[in-house]
């Protein structure tokens, strides 16, 4: 892969003036990491895992040694953390990346008369990603600043400049994220068009001209009548890439025995990024619906073969108005995906679309067909695969809920931060489901440091726990004094975790990258990161975060964990968008049944706030 280089800081200079993530205190982490477990484990394994930890953490013991390694790395590095979080998180994973992995833009749904305004739509947003790029090449994207807790420091850009440039390549034990190298090659001029389960490049830069939108329009058109043309069709090649990655590690070793395939991949790997161009589903088009169909394509059946899913962008476009994002997460955050996303369609409603209804006459050669020599090695995998998203797509579990009764301006008005409130409310709601508590993972941006990406606020706090059995099991017991007590000391917990984890004193990433150099030394694994405890702090049965968006589009994700949820949640003024999945498979959840709860009780926390302000007769 000559053009391609493993991934690195592809622009060094947009971290200037960012601190470096620091290395939180060993004790402090340690102490915080019991704090943590004590209620999400037995007694009995609690006792043990202090037992543990207290010798880990001990004077001159094992912990100390390889906290001062950690403050050698942080010396001699932009990121201490990144590269063992990149692969913790993500290239080590070897399950598939739709569902599993891959979050989702989904757009509303679009009003398409006729294909033609499908590709005219296609057309304006592939000019708006150009202009987007160019904003990228010219480094003219304005920085970011926090918001919310500790607003107005400024944010790491690094995650940008990886949105057009990555690819996610699988290995069969662990994928690579490589990036394109410009200073060898020039950046990627092209697209790749999935139509009909068929690949085209199109050529954005002809003769040294970007194509406008109207030459856009004319080499889709083109594309849309080559897929069309039965004769020509190819096997459904995408399908492998939403595998396993070994597997598909595997199926790539065989396809790039062949020239012509090796072509063809070079190509993809190449690109700007995706644009399918989906059939129409024939399904009803609710919300639920739509981000079904983005997150898996409605299976093989449907248009879950016209994608390459280890691309990092793929704008998908269905015939029957269903659009949206589908993004490989290993080079940037939702954060920035919207941010990206939320600019090409500010653009696109500012600068509407300049096509003319006649089709225009163009010397343009037309866009090419990328050949596919498949083995009938090739052609099985192809059908295990069918078979995998067939049945991973079956199995997922949606429901998309506008929680409408208010929004983040009725907890404003509370003194209390919304995002911890929201959270509460999903211990809250998990504990009225199951009578338990369980690990919970919410992403905590640490885009303050140079290189950041997340850490993990630990939102199943004591403290959320009591107010879940205070509201739930022992209702009449306490009076609504007590419960907003209790209400307030879970709300107070929850923002006091999300300082220190987006300051970057979060437990997970220092935990993960102590573990990570005992792996380095060659030293045997520490009993910490045996112990049983911490697996389960690893099982995210919930597994949250805030996307939040201003233009009318949601994002949504797959659970992490066979018998967990996913809730991505997008708080509004006056509402609260919830995506929550799970698996069908799993009978210890149900989406439908989650929501349910989750609604009476962000109910049942109104009216103790109304009480408790004296709005609300009790
Ligand atoms: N009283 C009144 N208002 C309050 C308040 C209080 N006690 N606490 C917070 N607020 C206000 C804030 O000032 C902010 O106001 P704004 O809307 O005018 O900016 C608003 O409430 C929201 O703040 P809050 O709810 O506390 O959350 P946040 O915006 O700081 O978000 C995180 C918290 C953890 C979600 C955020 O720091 C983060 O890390 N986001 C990234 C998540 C991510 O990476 N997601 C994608 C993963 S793929």
């Given at each position: ?51 543990i930890?207290?010798k880990f953490?001990?004077?001159?013991g094992v912990g100390?040694m390889l906290?001062?390694q ?444 102590l573990r990570e150099m005992a792996m380095e030394l060659r030293m045997e694994m520490p009993e910490i990161f045996t112990d049983?405890?911490y ?84």
């Amino acid at each position: 892969m000559p053009v391609l280089e493993k991934e690195q800081s592809t622009n060094p200079g947009i971290n200037n003036g960012l601190p470096k993530l620091p290395v939180p205190d060993l004790q402090h982490t340690l102490d915080m990491y019991l704090k943590c477990m004590k209620h999400l484990v037995p007694e009995e394994n609690f006792r043990r895992t202090k037992g543990i930890v207290d010798k880990f953490g001990a004077p001159g013991g094992v912990g100390e040694m390889l906290q001062q390694q950690l403050h050698k790395r942080r010396d001699s590095k932009a990121n201490w953390v990144y590269d063992y979080w990149l692969d913790d998180m993500y290239l080590n994973n070897r399950l598939a990346l739709p569902v599993n992995s891959s979050p989702v833009m989904v757009f509303p749904k679009q009003n398409f008369k006729t294909d033609s305004d499908a590709l005219r739509f296609a057309a304006h947003l592939i000019s708006a990603v150009l202009e987007y790029k160019t904003l990228l090449e010219t480094h003219d994207l304005p920085v970011d600043f926090a918001r919310g807790q500790l607003a107005g420091t400024p944010l790491c850009m690094e995650q940008y400049y990886k949105l057009f440039t990555s690819y996610r390549l699988p290995g069969p034990k662990k994928d690579t994220l490589v990036a394109q190298k410009s200073s060898v090659m020039p950046e990627p001029e092209h697209i790749i068009v999935a139509c009909k389960n068929q690949f085209f490049v199109l050529d954005v830069v002809i003769n040294f001209r970007r194509l406008n939108e109207k030459d856009l329009y004319t080499q889709l058109e083109k594309i849309s009548k080559m897929a069309a043309n039965e004769e020509e069709r190819l096997p459904p090649i995408g399908l492998l890439t939403s595998e396993g990655r070994t597997e598909w590690a595997e199926a790539r070793h065989i396809l790039i025995k062949d020239s012509t395939n090796r072509d063809s991949l070079d190509m993809i790997e190449r690109c700007l990024c995706l644009v399918c161009l989906n059939e129409p589903s024939g399904l009803q088009l609710t919300d639920t619906n739509r981000a079904l169909l983005m997150l898996h394509g409605g299976g093989p059946e449907r248009n879950g073969g016209n994608r390459w899913y280890d691309k990092p962008m793929q704008f998908v476009i269905g015939s029957d108005g269903c659009c949206g994002v589908v993004c490989e997460h290993s080079p940037f955050e939702g954060i920035v995906l919207v941010q990206c996303t939320e600019y090409l369609l500010k653009y696109m409603k500012g600068s509407p679309s300049k096509l003319v209804r006649a089709a225009s006459v163009s010397e343009l050669p037309a866009p090419r067909r990328l050949r596919w020599k498949c083995s009938s090695e090739i052609q099985a995998l192809l059908a295990a695969s069918a078979d995998k998203l067939h049945r991973l797509a079956k199995n997922l579990d949606m429901n998309v809920h506008k929680f409408t009764k208010y929004g983040k301006e009725f907890i404003k008005r509370q003194k209390m931060s919304p995002d911890a409130y929201i959270q509460v409310a999903l211990q809250f709601a998990y504990y009225r489901c199951h009578r338990r508590p369980v690990s919970t993972y919410e992403s905590a941006s640490i885009r303050r440091f140079q290189e950041g990406r997340v850490d993990n606020i630990r939102s199943a706090t004591f403290e959320a726990l009591s107010f879940g059995k205070a509201m739930t099991d022992g209702r009449s017991t306490f009076s609504n004094d007590e419960k907003m007590k209790i209400l307030k000391d879970a709300i107070n917990a929850q923002t006091n975790y999300t300082i220190l984890a987006i300051t970057g004193m979060g437990i997970d990433n220092h935990l993960l990258g102590l573990r990570e150099m005992a792996m380095e030394l060659r030293m045997e694994m520490p009993e910490i990161f045996t112990d049983e405890t911490y697996t389960v702090s690893n099982q995210y049965i919930l597994s949250t975060s805030q996307v939040p968006t201003t233009v009318d589009m949601f994002c949504c994700y797959g659970p992490v964990v066979p018998n967990g949820y996913g809730v991505c949640y997008n708080p509004q003024s006056d509402a609260i968008l919830f995506c929550v999945s799970s698996f069908n498979h799993s009978d210890e959840t149900c989406s439908n049944t989650f929501v349910k709860h989750l609604e009476e009780c962000l109910l049942e926390m109104e009216g103790l706030c109304l009480r408790n302000s004296g709005v609300a007769s009790s």
